[in-house]
Structure formats: C-alpha cells, structure tokens
C-alpha cells in the first residue's frame, strides 16, 4: 500500500460514512416525521444530533484531512475545477453543520424541554432542520459525483454539477414548501406518553 493509496481508502470510507449516513437519518426522518408521534420525532431529532456531533463531526475532519494527504502526496494542483468544488462544498457544509445544524439542535431541545415535543415551535424547528439538512444530502450527493468524475480541464462539468445541485436543493424546497401547505396532522402524544 502507497500513502496515496492509504489516504484514498480513508478518503472513501469517510465519505460513505458522512454520505451513508446523512442518507440513512433522511429516510428514517421520513418514516417518523409520518408517524404524527411527537415524542418520537423528539427522540430522533436528539439522536439526529449525537450522530452529527459524535460521527459526522470528526469524519468530516478526517475525510478533509485525507484529501489533503492525497494532494500533496501526489502533487496535484489545488486550482483543478473539481478540487475547488469539492473544497467549496466542504466549506458550505462545514458553515451549515456548525453554524446552523448543531446550534439548532440546541435549540429543538431546550424548546422541547420548555413546551413539550408537541408544541407547534418544537416541530417547526424539527421540520426546518430536517429540510436544511436534506438540501445538504444534495450537495454531498453531488459532490460524489465530481469526485467520481474529476472533470480535469473541463469548465463544462464544473458549472453543470454546480448547476444540478441548485436545481436538486431547489426541488428540494418547493417538494418542502408544497408539502407543508397540505393539510398536515399535528403532532400526538406517543400512548407511552400517557
């Protein structure tokens, strides 16, 4: 094994545990945001928030660190098209993670604690921090794409990928924003509740 070849197999792993992952809680999310259970989407929106802090927090630092390690191990220009998308995705997703995602979560729990998991401000901020961190699965997902594809030389790639992901994060609000004008149930007590 070649240290280019250790730093990509770290590279690999951590981004399918940050992208596994952040795909796996937006399918759980749906599964129980479905249910109208406030206690359990309380309880997801907390664990949400271990898994974010404990596990994508750090695989995030390692999954940069790793990159940089195949950079400079093979000399590779920081200004090619498809370093600089991956480098401006981290930033964005970095910026969301710790100035929205976490102090959010924050957030959801002292409201919870206050006026209970079912009271209307506790499953906004649950809904709200569940579509931002959605439209950050888009920007990973695309982001794999331009790490797969590595458009060297191609401006074209570029500005497409760059152009897929406002379009993905773009259905993702007006699938959000549709949704939410629908007649949704409020939020239950859990039957453990009582």
């Known amino acids: 094994m070649t240290w280019y070849t250790f730093f990509k197999s770290l590279h690999v792993v951590t981004a399918v545990i940050w992208v596994g992952g952040a795909f796996t809680i ?20 907390k664990d949400s928030e271990f898994v974010g802090m404990r596990v994508f927090m750090p695989v995030t630092w390692v999954l940069l660190l790793s990159a940089i390690g195949m950079m400079v191990n093979l000399h590779w220009s920081w200004g090619q098209n498809w370093v ?35 009271s209307p401000e506790a499953q906004a901020r649950i809904r709200r921090i569940l579509l931002i961190s959605r439209c950050e699965l888009v920007v990973l997902l695309t982001v794999i794409v331009n790490m797969v594809v590595k458009p060297v030389g191609n401006a074209g790639w570029f500005w ?12 993702v609000l007006v699938t959000y924003s549709s949704s939410s004008t629908r007649s949704v149930p409020p939020a239950t007590r859990s039957p453990s509740a009582t």
């Open 160 to 171: 497409g990928l760059l152009a897929a992901m406002v379009l993905g994060i773009a259905v």
């Open 84 to 118: 600089v998308f991956g480098l401006i995705a981290f930033a964005a997703s970095f910026a969301v993670g710790a100035g929205f995602l976490g102090p959010e979560s924050g957030k959801i729990a002292k409201v919870i604690e206050r006026d209970g998991p079912e």
């Open 26 to 45: 937006q399918a759980l999310a749906f599964r129980i945001m479905g249910t109208g259970d406030a206690r359990r989407q309380a309880e997801f929106a």
